[in-house]
């Protein structure tokens, strides 16, 4: 999910009609988004090519999300300042090079260097999509948030979906999938130039690449501290799921495991984007609380599933978490904006893309150490009951006044 910046005036239209853009910056974000998750179904691949851990497969998803947060801190705003095009333009460049990079990678490194570069360029991209959103979105709508909400899940879920598919039935399953993204961002350059420019003036590049200090909101600092387990509860399910969760259910099914594996993220992320898309209309501390509950259920569900090796059960209960991370992931975001006052909105959005992004990073590298010295099964179970408590805190969290 995307961060709201202010709106300037759009300065011509050329091309691309406002609507026309609009939809198009939210496909590319989707794109993005699915190519952050095309690499899940690959992973137990390259552990059985290249002989590495589960510690080790934990931290090339983890490099991935702290490249995002670098990214973010350093180019929140440089959209601003240059404008949306150039970085749109470089972000999808970047990505080009990282996805080529994953395709070529003949070791441990070569995905090391792929996913730095990924979160590098989705990090550039995130704000000026975020920032075009609002440039072209219809006048008295407010579609920016439900569309960042849904493109991101979505994204997620046909990346990972697509992966499975094209690595169990095409030849070069490490190849194939990486080649067809670097083809759609290649035509999504074009479709970027195509589109108005909103940014009508540019400032000096130093300041544009100044640091923003992420910041809690003042006078909010307990509520906050609190509120943020909502994030915590719901990236870190995602985390979980975006590393360990294809090897988990490889290992209770037999018969097209590539294909399956790729199935964890897809049920996850599609079942959230249609929730945040079906129930948009609720409030936030409603979500959050039917979010949690569903989620304290779906991780029981996990736990035992895998305590009987039932691939039937985890994906049941993959699809009630997906719906309660969908909840949780709509509600939460809503939820901490609303605590800062309009001056310390960025910094506050940047303090909650710490805690997300650490949600996502710190539980799942802990979680690979866990099955490292252990098992699979042992860490899975740890990581249900962790991410319950988050949860059941998430929703306490809505009632403190």
Not at 206 to 212: D, K, M
Request: proline residues 5%; hydrophobic residues 55%; charged residues 10%.
């Amino acid at each position: 999910m995307t961060t709201e910046l202010a709106r300037p005036r759009v300065q011509r239209e050329s091309g691309l009609s406002r609507s026309g853009s609009f939809w198009s910056i939210g496909g590319i974000y989707a794109l993005f988004l699915m190519a952050s998750t095309a690499p899940s179904p690959m992973y137990s691949l390259y552990q059985q090519r290249w002989g590495f851990t589960n510690t080790v497969l934990t931290e090339v998803f983890a490099s991935y999300s702290v490249a995002i947060l670098v990214a973010l801190l350093l180019c929140g705003s440089l959209s601003d300042h240059v404008g949306r095009r150039p970085v749109l333009v470089g972000a999808l460049v970047l990505e080009i090079v990282a996805v080529l990079a994953l395709a070529l990678a003949s070791g441990v490194g070569g995905l090391f260097a792929g996913r730095v570069l990924q979160g590098l360029a989705t990090g550039a991209a995130t704000s000026a999509i975020s920032g075009a959103l609002l440039d072209f979105q219809r006048p008295g709508s407010n579609q920016v948030s439900l569309v960042n909400g849904v493109a991101a899940a979505l994204g997620m879920a046909l990346g990972s979906l697509l992966a499975g598919v094209l690595v169990q039935f095409l030849p070069g399953p490490t190849l194939t999938t990486y080649l067809l993204l670097a083809a759609g961002f290649a035509v999504a350059i074009p479709v970027v130039l195509a589109m108005p420019e909103p940014v009508a003036q540019s400032s000096p590049l130093r300041e544009a690449l100044r640091p923003r200090r992420p910041v809690v909101p003042a006078g909010q600092g307990l509520r906050f501290a609190l509120m943020s387990t909502m994030v915590l509860a719901s990236w870190t399910v995602g985390g979980m799921f975006m590393s360990l969760a294809p090897s988990v259910v490889k290992g209770m099914v037999h018969s097209y495991p590539n294909l399956i594996s790729g199935l964890p993220v897809a049920v996850l992320a599609g079942l959230g984007g249609l929730t945040q898309l079906l129930l948009a209309r609720w409030t936030a501390e409603r979500a959050v609380r039917v979010g949690a509950g569903l989620m304290v259920l779906a991780l029981a569900g996990v736990a035992a599933s895998e305590i009987t090796a039932d691939a039937a059960l985890f994906f049941a209960a993959a699809a009630v978490l997906g719906i309660g991370w969908g909840l949780m992931f709509m509600g939460a975001f809503r939820l901490l904006t609303s605590l800062a006052a309009p001056h310390q909105r960025a910094g506050t959005s940047s303090m909650i893309y710490v805690v997300a992004y650490l949600s996502a990073t710190v539980p799942s590298v802990t979680l690979g150490y866990l099955s490292t010295i252990t098992d699979l099964r042992t860490a899975t179970l740890a990581f249900t009951a962790a991410a319950s408590l988050f949860a059941a805190i998430a929703a306490l969290s809505t009632t403190r006044r």
